[in-house]
């Protein structure tokens, strides 16, 4: 519906900046337009191009959805309508035009402006990838076999195996994502595409930003693990508040999340993140990891590949029937597909599933990696990688980015 909508909403703008260019036409003498009954100068002739110019560049922004096309719009109503009233008698039906761009305009600058939670993530996520990659960036020491000693055997086998020994050090991810997710078993589907942006080392930090559709609007979503706070918030149609989350049991709850995503995206990171383990048997390890004064511990499932194939936690929290506060639940996320990405083995889709006391486990949340780009402490130029190509180039970057889904 949100694509209809917009498809809509575009198409109407780029007609009515094309219809403009009958002023133009007609100003400049080019031909007689019977419509335009009223005289039109050559003076008016440039404004009419103007204002073609700006409604049609509308248009094409906000179908892009570049950067800024709500201010673009916003500017062509306002100039468009100003044409419109000096021909108002042959022009007037453009107003309805211009009043569906204004309005487009005023929903722009809320969803996508400097109060809108996509700018919020834009900017926290560039401070978290500023901590990891400016002139303060971690050491560049390379993973080594004596960084696996202390780990339980299928924890340093599934360490080994994800590609780390010999490499530089993983600091942090950026993944682009898609998936679908749902509240409870009873409800449906909700499709979403999405980016996070992971640090690792001392201070995790972890943002999360989802666009999805929900009941046909647009429904935007922040998870941001800054410092010692966790929060969420989820806003309907991009601008309205409907979810905000926060608070030292909800920070608790996603330190989980932090884990995971350390386990499961990044497993060179394990061998610095604060994290004891517990050795089960020769397919499993227990670990209890500590970030922003909370503790938390969780079950790690290894394959016969040594992959990680299962986490599992009960320090994840689940809002409760009839909106009675958050409970903790059993928590786990089966993984069923696992890439190469410049050389290291990772997860790249899986699942979210609750496990309710009083009834079966079900899954909430389906989810794939589109794209990830490592942030690796080692300032040494890395590899380029495409599923495509197949090809490897050398750039000059410290980043190592893999398109997984094409």
Known sequence: MRRVIAAVAVTISFVHGLIHLLGVVEGFGWADVEQLTAPIGAAMAVAWLAAAIAVVAAAVMMGARARGWWLVAGLAAIGSQAVVLTSWTDARAGTAANVLL???????????GPTSLRVRFRRLAADARATVTGDGRPSAALVTEDDLADLPGPVAEFVRVSGAVGRPRVVGIDATIHGRIRSDERSPWMRFTGRQVNTFGAAPTRVFWMDATMRGLPADVLHAYVGDAATMEVRAASVIPVVRSGGPEFTRAETVTILNDLCVFAPAALVDADVTWTGIDDRSARATFRCAGHTIKAVLVFDDRH????????????AAAGGAGDVAQRWSTPITEHREVD?????TAGAGRWHPPDGPAFDYLEIAVDELTFLEAAPAPTRSMSNRSGSANTDGSRFATRRLLE
């Open 343 to 347: 050389g290291r083995t990772i997860g």
């Open 102 to 112: 204004l309005l487009a305009a005023v929903w722009g600058a809320l969803a996508d």
């Open 307 to 318: 992959r990680l194939v299962y986490f599992v936690s009960d320090d994840r929290l689940r």
